[in-house]
T-cell receptor, first 112, second 114 residues
Framework: KQEVTQIPAALSVPEGENLVLNCSFT??????LQWFRQDPGKGLTSLLL?????REQTSGRLNASLDKSSGRSTLYIAASQPGDSATYLC???????????FGTGTRLTVIP | GAGVSQTPSNKVTEKGKYVELRCDPISGHTALYWYRQSLGQGPEFLIY????????DSGLPNDRFFAVRPEGSVSTLKIQRTERGDSAVYLC????????????FGPGTRLTVL
């Protein structure tokens, strides 16, 4: 059974710092991997989606990488801002499956 | 256009009661998903609809949970004889055709069972 782990569970950084969030998974038979942002009381906002054939995706200050062979993905956030404070979730779509497998999330706080 | 909407946003009920949670998907999306998110955890899959039929209900925890989508649009998640352990945020998502299509999530319904 696929297991998705995110480390750290919580992270506090001062504004302006670059940071890396980690996601690891046990079954590399995935179709794609997605990073979401979740704000309190809100739904999930998709940030980046990486297909299994890709190594990374970039959007603005965000860069996500995927290494299927090692079962790892990272989300890099450059020049963090207080508005980046949220919970970040990684989710996998396994080959042949319909539903997403989610990690437990990393709660990020960016201190002004 | 409008995104996925869910009602109510919050629901408080007593142990043993019956509850219904509603999801309005994006218009035209044939695939609809229900997930459950417990405190401090990531969302966990419950059930997937393709059109009117439940294509995969392997995530439903027990027979107290049931979901319908009679006209292939709005879906209702029904929980009988609620237990305190059912307290969670219930998220709904829809996608154009299912499979590898991007899933769009609603804001969720926070269910509290006292």
């Amino acid at each position: 059974k696929q297991e998705v782990t995110q480390i750290p569970a919580a992270l506090s950084v001062p504004e302006g710092e670059n940071l890396v969030l980690n996601c690891s998974f046990t079954d590399s038979a995935i179709y794609n991997l997605q990073w979401f942002r979740q704000d309190p009381g809100k739904g999930l906002t998709s940030l980046l989606l990486i297909q299994s054939s890709q190594r990374e995706q970039t959007s603005g200050r965000l860069n996500a990488s995927l290494d299927k062979s090692s079962g790892r993905s990272t989300l890099y956030i450059a020049a963090s801002q207080p508005g980046d404070s949220a919970t970040y979730l990684c989710a996998l779509l396994q080959t042949g499956a319909n539903n997403l497998f989610f990690g437990t999330g990393t709660r990020l706080t960016v201190i002004p | 256009g409008a995104g996925v909407s869910q009602t109510p946003s919050n629901k408080v009920t007593e142990k043993g009661k019956y509850v219904e949670l509603r999801c309005d998907p994006i218009s035209g999306h044939t695939a609809l998903y229900w997930y459950r998110q417990s405190l401090g955890q990531g969302p966990e899959f419950l059930i997937y609809f393709q059109g009117t039929g439940a294509a995969d209900d392997s995530g439903l925890p027990n027979d107290r949970f049931f979901a319908v989508r009679p006209e292939g649009s709005v879906s209702t998640l029904k929980i009988q004889r609620t237990e305190r352990g059912d307290s969670a945020v219930y998220l709904c998502a829809s996608s154009p055709g299912g499979g590898v299509d991007t899933q769009y999530f609603g804001p969720g319904t926070r269910l509290t069972v006292l």
